[in-house]
């Protein structure tokens, strides 16, 4: 090893890496060539630089987002706005009045930070934000009903993936499940039977990724919440994704607004802030004042708290919402939802143009009609047309093209459709379309 280390192509190495990653990729490399498989590297400097890249890479690292889900909740869900992203950048840099009363010069509250705005944009009475809204769930069911029953409809009790289901977030609550109606039907009698004097809460959760059609019934929230409230207990509404605007002239209204679960009479909403709300990880809960003190008081909500990166984004992110056309235009995940079909076609146009400047030798990309996904559990069944980018991967066929583009030294995540690989030009800043176009020269240069 010492020798390999003092071979000039290996040494060279070091001026640049640091000798520990060095060491482990040139031991990498012996090992290898000692399994014999392929052979002695003829280039030990070669072989061993190659492996110290991609062990001194960073494993979270930004990527370029080709595959048209716009919230990819593999891929990081919301990308922040720019005021989001300069507000997190100033807090965590220094210091902050995080829990700092800067006029009393004593203690303040973490959980101040977005409080009003939260209230402002969604017509409550006062809310919280802590970690994520599956922790917003556990700590509202704990805070009204540990030790007691929360009803909800067999239509409701959803998984929402990465495992996320409902009855299991209950159970975990130290709420016990109390199931009313069935799958497809549940109607306001079936509430009604269950309540008694064990009941703690009725549970109203947003089918966030999937719709049902045909021979379906749910009882209206504002239904729910007149019986919650004639039994005394409070309705807790799960709405999945924190929509705060208005979508529907855009043709995207099968989702819940927050405020109107709120005007709908929930006594507590849980939400999501990195879906369609479109800022960072966070659960937010809005609703009655009281019973959110209860919340904060809960020690649950000490275990959940957000950090204050998260605390400054939400604050600029919710910041925007003041103003409905800023929100749009300001807000990518907003934005990208809205993209126009005449603007999805002339991007589409540049990223194919710029593509095939890039690689003169392969046949140019085709431009196809074709559907982008909102995903992140919302507008399950929502169109949404797009153009894509469609390349033919050759011989070598898609997936290892479409492999070759996630191993690039900017990761392209494309989609493999038809054994084309498409680009869907919705989710791409526009300002990446030279990095996508080379990193596919690259791959066509392999
Ligand atoms: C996404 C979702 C959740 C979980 O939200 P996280 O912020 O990912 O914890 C809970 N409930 C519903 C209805 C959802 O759609």
């Known amino acids: 090893m010492e020798r390999l280390l003092q071979e000039p192509s290996v040494s060279v190495l070091l001026e640049s890496t640091p000798r520990s990653v060095v060491v482990a990729a040139a031991r990498e490399a ?3 060539a000692r399994k014999g498989r392929g052979g002695v590297p003829e280039n030990w400097g070669a072989e061993i630089a190659e492996r110290a890249k991609r062990m001194a890479r960073r494993s979270l690292r930004p990527v370029l987002n080709a595959t048209g889900v716009v919230l990819h909740t593999n891929l990081g869900r919301a990308p922040l706005a720019a005021s989001a992203l300069d507000a997190v950048a100033a807090v965590a840099s220094g210091y902050s009045a995080l829990e700092f009363d800067l006029e009393a010069g004593t203690r303040g509250q973490r959980t101040d930070h977005g409080r009003r705005l939260l209230a402002e944009l969604t017509g409550a009475e006062d809310a919280l934000a802590v970690n994520n809204a599956a922790s917003a769930l556990i700590l509202a069911l704990n805070t009204v009903a540990e030790g007691l029953e929360v009803v909800v409809s067999r239509g409701e009790l959803v998984e929402i993936g990465g495992s996320f289901r409902i009855p299991d977030i209950l159970r975990k609550s130290g709420a016990r499940l109390r199931e009313v109606g069935t799958t497809n039907r549940t109607h306001l009698d079936d509430y009604i039977r269950a309540l008694g004097p064990a009941t703690g809460a009725i549970l109203k959760v947003h089918q966030s990724n ?6 379906v019934h749910a009882p209206h929230a504002v239904d729910l919440a007149r019986l919650a409230h004639d039994h005394r207990v409070p309705l807790v509404h799960d709405v999945g994704s924190g929509l705060l605007s208005d979508l529907s002239s855009f043709g995207l209204n099968s989702e819940p607004r927050v405020a109107d679960a709120v005007a709908d ?3 507590l909403v849980v939400f999501s802030g990195d879906k369609l709300l479109g800022g960072p990880q966070t659960g937010c809960l809005v609703g009655s004042a009281a019973l959110l003190g209860r919340c904060r008081a809960n020690p649950l909500a000490r275990a959940s708290r957000a950090d204050k990166m998260t605390l400054a984004a939400l604050e600029a992110t919710l910041e925007l919402y003041r103003d409905p056309a800023v929100a ?6 907003l934005r990208m939802l809205t993209l126009s079909a005449g603007e999805l076609e002339q991007r589409a146009r540049a990223l194919a143009a710029a593509i095939a400047a890039a690689c003169p030798a392969a046949p140019p990309p085709r431009l196809a009609a074709g559907h982008s996904v909102t995903g992140g559990g919302s507008f399950p069944g929502a169109d949404l047309p797009t153009t894509l980018v469609v390349l033919d991967p050759g011989p070598r066929g898609a997936d290892a ?5 996630r191993l690039g030294d900017v990761p392209v995540v494309a989609r493999v459709e038809d054994r084309m690989v498409v680009l869907d030009p919705r989710t791409l800043p526009v300002h990446a379309f030279p990095d996508v176009a080379a990193a596919v020269a690259a791959a066509c240069a392999e």
């Open 210 to 215: 999937f719709v049902q059609s045909g021979f």
């Open 30 to 32: 012996v090992a290898r």
């Open 401 to 405: 093209l479409a492999l070759t583009l």
């Open 328 to 333: 749009l235009r300001e807000i990518p995940v």
């Open 265 to 267: 009479g929930a006594d």
